[in-house]
């Protein structure tokens, strides 16, 4: 089955500072997603990450606060900017392998003090 | 917007119990998955279903997908401690290429 590596796994920063997340898909894949989790909540998409082009964002989430990179088909970063308190959460990322059936990575635990 | 309502949000069930939850979409769907979440885990994969008015199994749980395809069930019967964690379903967005995700249930074993 599909592996997504994800670091880091959980992080504690201090307000104003930014953090990068790395995700590593064991296969090539055309689209990755970038997730928020609130502790109990739901999933959040933050943006779609495509090979070759500028991520799409959805509504309430912006480049300047969320940049992603995709430099090629089987990496992404997600980079949390500029952090308050309020950006802690779950941060996940997943891939489509097919049938649009997502694969998770294991997540990173961010806490912004 | 089109949304996917599920309920409920926690079930406490005694070891053994059944378990059950629901989804429903406000439009119909090409497919609605299911995915669990074991506390400090993350969602994996549990199953798809296509077809009006399928059916699918596996071991004790029991996946139905409505014959309007907007509304779908999770059944597992004689719960046990593996069981327990947040079971989520998601059905496509318009663009086929998002899911958009119910609210979840959390499957909780009464000690």
């Known amino acids: 089955s599909a592996v997504i590596s994800q670091k880091p796994s959980r992080d504690i920063c201090q307000r104003g500072t930014s953090l990068t997340i790395q995700c590593q898909v064991d296969s090539q894949v055309t689209m990755m997603f970038w997730y928020r989790q609130q502790p109990g909540q739901s999933l959040t998409l933050i943006a779609t990450a495509n090979q070759g082009s500028e991520a799409t964002y959805e509504s309430g989430f912006v480049i300047d606060k969320f940049p992603i990179s995709r430099p090629n088909l089987t990496f992404s970063t997600l980079t949390v900017s500029n952090m308050s308190p309020e950006d802690s959460s779950i941060y996940l990322c997943?891939?489509?392998?097919?049938?649009?059936?997502?694969?998770f990575g294991a997540g990173s635990r961010l806490t912004v003090l | 917007g089109q949304q996917v309502m599920q309920i409920p949000q926690y079930q406490h069930v005694q070891e053994g119990e059944d378990f059950t939850t629901y989804c429903n979409s406000s439009?119909?769907?090409?497919?609605i998955q299911w995915y669990k979440q074991r506390p400090g885990g993350h969602p994996v994969f549990l199953i798809q279903?296509?077809?009006s008015g399928e059916v699918k199994k596996q071991k004790r749980l029991t996946f139905q997908f409505g014959e309007a395809k907007k509304n779908s069930s999770l059944h597992i019967t004689a719960t046990q401690t593996t069981d327990v964690g947040t079971y989520f379903c998601a059905g496509p967005k318009d663009s086929n290429y998002q899911l958009i995700w119910g609210a979840g249930t959390k499957l909780i074993i009464k000690p």
């Open positions: 279903l296509v077809k």
């Open positions: 997943s891939a489509n392998y097919g049938a649009n059936v997502l694969t």
């Open positions: 439009t119909t769907l090409s497919n």
